[in-house]
């Protein structure tokens, strides 16, 4: 994470904890800064979510494991079950 960020900076976010994209900054403003990706849409985020480089983003997700999958038991039986 940069401490600063100017008008047309490019920089890197994190999307649902698993998708870097690149944006452009378009206006810096506090600790808030509004970015515009490379698609046209923009939003206003704090300077605290922004990468300066793709590799230190990708670093910031998290590699949890997957939680195995466990079979449900069914204490109940449709209808449907019955018909066979």
Known sequence: MAAGYKAGDKAYIVESNRI????T???PAGNLIIIRFEN???IQV????L???KEAAEESISKAEPKPVVAQQRWYRSPYDYWH
């Open 40 to 42: 046209g849409g923009g």
């Open 46 to 49: 704090n300077k605290n979510r």
């Open 20 to 23: 870097v994209r690149e944006c």
């Open 25 to 27: 900054v378009v206006r």
């Open 51 to 53: 990468f300066a480089t």
